[in-house]
Structures are given as C-alpha cells and as structure tokens.
C-alpha cells in the first residue's frame, strides 16, 4: 500500500506542483531580479511536496539563529526531499549550489537560475573556485544566506568526507557558519528509490560557527569541525532514540 501510495498519488502531486510552481516563478522572475521573491515561492513549493509525500519536518535549534543574520549553512545530504525539507523550515533567505545537470531540466532549472542560485561544475576546479568566490560576493554584498552540502551529493549511507568549499565561502565572507542535520529523510526517501514513505523528519540545527578571525588557511579544521559537529547531532539522535 505504502509504495502504491507513492507512486499513484505523492509521485502524481509532485510532478504536477513542480510544473505549476515552477511556471509561476518564471512568471514572476521578470517582476523580481534579485531573486527574493522566488525563495518565497520556493519555500511554497517545498511544504506541499512534503504535505503531498506525507513527510512531517521538526526542527530544533531555531532560536540560535539570528531572523536577520546571514550565514554560510551545512547540513548531510542523504536525499532529494533534503531541499525541500530545509526550504520548509529555516526563515532565512538563502541559494544553494546545484550541479549543472540540473539546469537542463524544464521549469526546475530556470527557477534555479532565475532565482540566483550557482552552477557547480566538479569536474573543473577552476570552475568551482569561481563559484565559491560568487557566492561570498553575494554574501557579502547582498547579505544573502548561501547553503551548501559539503558531501559533494548524496550519501546512500553514513556520512562521507566534507570537501572545503563551504568552510572557503564563509571564511571569504567573514559570516557564520552553521551546521545542520537532517535525520531520518534517508530512511524515507533512499539514493537511488521512487518509494516515498510517510514519517517523521527532524532538522536539528547547531551553534553558528564565528570565522571573523580565521583565515583561509584555516578552513581544513573548520572543515573537519562541521562534519565532527554533523556527525555528533546525527549520533545523538540514534543514542537519543
């Protein structure tokens, strides 16, 4: 019943809010250039596919976070409701990295580019240098919040090793950084399934991390602190449940 459920009905609603969200965006991206409006309407799009999946998101730790700051976010990356999830709960105003595969996909990749979010290309690092820089530029001229998963993809299991990128835009940027994690949405929405099943998902949120006095030189341990920090909030979960 579970998989037919997914398959006649959250599968459907998805592919059909996804085509009208993602018309209504391009619409209103003629109206909106730095993109704010279309984070609202993106938020929009992330609580009905999680309604329309039956997936229930909890946060905690929302009160650490300043409504008005700006920050570099770091979450785990297990699977593609990770977004929508993330998009349903925090406040803030923020674009994300998005592999250029994705920006080939009709309505879900104009809004990607419409609303101002960056292309990563992995296969050049020169590329990808470039877009780090971006993105502390927009943080720091726009106090735009940017999040990142620093994974590099989605993990089918555990928790893989974080590149530097994130750490980098921070540090470039002299803003926070904040380690989140997504627990459960694995166990819902698996790499590589159509199955969607119905459950409860927490995002728990962390300290922000000060980077107003380091360096870039720095951004190795910072690096390895968010995914120590990750890991724990993950552990803690099974330990807790």
């Known amino acids: 019943m579970s998989f037919l459920r997914s398959l006649l009905i959250s599968t459907p609603l998805i592919v059909f809010s996804t085509i009208g969200m993602g018309t209504l ?4 991206s003629f109206f909106d250039r730095q993109g704010n409006g279309l ?4 938020r929009i799009w992330g609580k009905m596919l999680l309604a329309e999946s039956f997936i ?15 920050y570099v976010f770091v979450a785990n990356h297990a699977s593609y409701m990770d977004i929508p999830a993330i998009l349903s709960q ?16 009709p309505f879900l990749g104009t809004h990607l580019l419409r609303a101002g979010h960056l292309p990563v290309d992995r296969s050049s690092p020169r590329a990808s240098l470039k877009s780090m820089t971006e993105a502390a530029r927009i943080i720091a001229t726009r106090s735009t919040c940017m999040l990142l998963f620093p994974e590099g993809g989605r993990s089918p299991h555990g928790l893989r090793e974080f ?78 449940g």
Do not use: C
């Not at 965006?25 to 209103?28: D, Q």
């Not at 925090?90 to 996909?105: D, E, T, V």
């Open 39 to 42: 984070h609202h309407l993106a």
């Open 163 to 240: 590149k530097e990128g994130a750490a980098y835009i921070a540090i470039k940027a002299g803003v926070p950084v904040v380690p989140m994690a997504l627990v459960g949405m694995r166990e819902l929405l698996p790499m590589g399934s159509i199955h969607i099943r119905t459950g409860r998902v927490t995002l728990r949120i962390g300290n922000p991390i000060p980077t107003k006095n380091l360096k870039l030189a720095d951004r190795e341990a910072l690096t390895q602190r968010l995914h120590d920090e990750i890991a724990g909030m993950l552990r803690y979960d099974r330990i807790d």
């Open 90 to 105: 925090l406040p803030h105003q923020f674009r994300f990295f998005a592999k250029k595969g994705l920006y080939k996909i």
């Open 25 to 28: 965006s391009i619409l209103a």
């Open 56 to 70: 229930r998101v909890r946060t905690e730790g929302l009160e650490k976070l300043d409504p008005r700051g700006t």
